[in-house]
């Protein structure tokens, strides 16, 4: 079994985009803490996930993303998120991530309200 | 006590205590020059002789002494001339009998001196070895009785039920905790041709052997009355009245008789004198009141009968006074209110099936309440019958061990479309490697394409069926590349079944809760913990059960049912 998971950071005027690509499963704790520690770096007040090219999120993966809301929250940052699919945008309400997390549909979305 | 004495006549007097004497029963050979013939000494505690060697220091002059008492008699006929007691701790242990010398002559003063120095020396030397003696004989004594108590206890082990009932739809479980090596407690179990089943618990005043031989009467009187009656009340009336003449004077026994329906959870009860069933439901714990004599009181006692029902998910538990009256270091007893607590602690409604956790919840609660090094001061059993819950929405059915069910087939449940025929569509196995969760939810989805399942369910189905196989190859088979993790996928028209097998049989089962976000969040827990709680929500079913060596998800989904 291949699994991947990569990411790319974009650092904008108030926000950083964390783009990623892959499977969010226990293969991918390494990459998505050393992101968004290197989004942490740009010192803005929000920090943006981007799900569009995410397939499949486990229950390990629902746990890094508890993590990272906690690191954001530690630090007073938002954390948001964009390009769920309808079925994990499910998951984050049954899960209540919803609760802590600013969702948008898409991109121009994220960058039109922030 | 008396002390003897033996002596070998007519040769040197060298008279030494026989090694099994008591300090009080001295044997002291007297012996006589040139026949060799043993003579037995009695020296009773009353003769003057034995108050005499008591206080003496040193040789006593057997030949010049006058007193009323037959040993000396005894003594002076055998020819001893001087007697040397040999005294311990103020306690007379043996005499050292002297007669003639073979020269002739007389003793002299540095042989009495001599005599005097040897029997200081030998009596605390003599009382050593006479202790070591009593000492292996008491040890051989001991170990004979321990290895008799541990074949009474194996016997009367077979006394009790070599199997819990396995009943369809309801789960049994059992404790049995002598307070030593043998009972008074028991519990019977008894299955009637007509599909009922009779409990009996009871538990004989004491503990130890009397009891457990009173056990074994009752449980025999027991049985023999439920061949003539069929009610718990005459039974109990039966067993009371043939119990009376033959059981000892101030001991009796309290014993509790219910006949459960399996089919209605109906069940008809009589109390004699026994500790209240706690009856756990949804709604709280509750006594079922009944009460009457103890057996082996009276005569001609009557028993009232008490009709229950134990709708399902709900469950008894009978149990003996060794758990409600042991006691704490303070003196403070365990008690019935600690005992309805310890049942509050278990949700009924979280927990679905309280069989496997009861018992051992309530033994941890005993151990935390009494502390280390507990004297454990009566016998305990507990014994806890459950009517499984069938109606929930989300069935979860564990299996206690030892009962009897095909490890690839669905469990039976009131949702299962029984009529209709299961279509195989996929069985393949997986090996137990990190992430091959992915490969098996891929691999069910395609298998169930022709299905025609909407995409927000087959969302779902794969989250569940991923998850499900993450956790049997994690905490199923722990990743051993030994093992692999089975998949069964079948339908009906109406329903789709995905049973996901690994070998972490014998395990205890979690129960799936709202994981408590803010706590993860806050760092008060770990962050993980999410799968089963994601199970249940995709599910419309999920049924877990567990034997000794596998343990099995089986996933339900409605196919015509509209989203959850």
């Known amino acids: 079994m291949n699994h991947s998971f990569s990411t790319q950071i974009r650092p904008l005027e108030n926000l950083v985009i964390i783009d990623m690509l892959g499977e969010i499963d226990a293969f991918a704790d390494q990459e998505i803490q050393s992101a968004y520690s290197q989004a942490e770096s740009f010192n803005t007040p929000t920090i943006v996930l981007n799900f ?11 746990a890094l993303i508890v993590g990272l809301i906690s690191r954001a929250r530690k630090t007073g940052r938002r954390l948001s998120v964009f390009g769920l699919s309808e ?4 998951i984050f309400r049954i899960t209540r991530l919803a609760d802590f997390v600013s969702i948008y549909s ?7 309200e922030i | 006590m008396n002390m003897f004495t033996r002596l070998r006549k007519n040769q040197t007097d060298r008279g030494m205590p ?22 037995e000494v009695n020296i009773d505690p009353n003769d003057p002789l034995y108050a005499h060697f008591l206080k003496a220091s040193g040789v006593v002059e057997i030949d010049k002494l006058n007193l009323d008492s037959p040993a000396l008699h005894t003594l002076k006929e055998a020819g001893v001339r001087i007697s040397v007691p040999l005294v311990s701790q103020g306690e007379l242990i043996g005499v050292l009998n002297l007669s003639n010398r073979l020269s002739e002559q007389d003793y002299s003063t540095e042989d009495r001196r001599l005599l005097y120095t040897l029997s200081t020396q030998a009596a605390p030397a003599l009382r050593v070895a006479q202790l070591a003696r009593q000492q292996q004989v008491e040890a051989r004594l001991r170990e004979r009785l321990e290895q008799e108590m541990r074949v009474a206890r194996i016997i009367q082990q077979t006394l009790l039920p070599k199997e819990l009932p396995n009943i369809e739809g309801w789960q049994v479980a059992a404790h049995w905790q002598p307070a030593r090596a043998v009972s008074g407690d028991f519990y019977d179990f008894i299955t009637f041709p007509d599909g009922k089943l009779g409990v009996a618990v009871g538990d004989v005043t004491d503990k130890g052997v009397p009891a ?13 009355a439920l061949e003539r009656f069929s009610s718990p009340g005459q039974i109990l009336a039966q067993a009371n009245d043939l119990l009376c003449p033959d059981i000892p004077a101030n001991m009796f026994v309290t014993c509790l008789y219910m006949i459960i329906d399996p089919a209605t959870g109906k069940l008809i009860f009589a109390n004699a004198g026994h500790n209240l069933p706690m009856h756990y439901e949804l709604n709280g714990i509750t006594e079922l009141h009944a009460t009457g004599m103890p057996l082996g009181l009276m005569p001609g006692m009557q028993y009232d009968e008490i009709e229950a029902t134990l709708a399902p998910g709900e469950g008894l538990l009978l149990y003996s006074d060794g758990l409600v009256e042991a006691h704490n270091p303070k003196r403070e007893m365990f008690g019935f209110p600690r005992l309805r607590d310890a049942l509050s602690d278990l949700d009924v409604e979280a927990s679905q099936s309280m069989v496997g956790e009861l018992i051992p919840h309530l033994l941890n609660q005993l151990v935390e309440f009494t502390g280390p090094g507990w004297e454990q001061e009566d016998d305990v059993t507990l014994v806890v019958i459950e009517r499984s819950a069938d109606h929930a929405p989300t069935t979860i059915t564990v299996h206690q061990s030892g009962e009897h069910h095909n490890d690839n087939s669905p469990q039976e449940s009131n949702s299962m479309p029984n009529s209709e025929t299961w279509q195989p569509l996929l069985e393949f196995e997986l090996p137990s490697e990190p992430g091959n969760e992915i490969l098996a939810m891929q691999r069910v989805a395609d298998s169930i394409r022709e299905l025609n399942f909407p995409e927000d369910r087959l969302e779902r189905l794969k989250t569940a069926v991923a998850e499900t196989t993450m956790n049997a190859l994690e905490h199923g088979n722990k990743y051993r590349e030994d093992l692999t993790v089975k998949i069964i996928v ?40 999410w799968g089963l709680f994601l199970i249940k929500q995709m599910v419309d079913e999920m049924h877990v059960t567990t034997d000794e060596t596998h343990h099995s998800v089986e996933l339900i989904f409605k196919l015509s049912a509209p989203s959850p």
């Open chain 1, 87 to 90: 079925h994990y945008l499910e």
């Open chain 1, 52 to 62: 569009t090219q995410v397939g499949y999120i486990n229950s390990t993966g629902i």
């Open chain 1, 106 to 112: 898409d991109e121009p979305s994220v960058l039109a």
């Open chain 2, 212 to 224: 457990a031989l009173v056990m074994a009467t009752t449980r025999s009187i027991l049985r023999s």
């Open chain 2, 490 to 529: 079948r339908a009906t028209p109406s329903t789709l079944s995905v049973q996901i097998t690994d070998h972490g049989g014998g395990q205890q089962i979690p129960e799936p809760e709202m994981p408590d976000l803010e706590a993860k969040l806050a760092g008060l827990q770990s962050a993980r913990g």
């Open chain 2, 18 to 39: 026989e090694e099994n004497a008591t300090p009080e029963q001295v044997s002291m050979p007297t012996q006589n020059p040139g026949r060799g013939e043993m003579v």
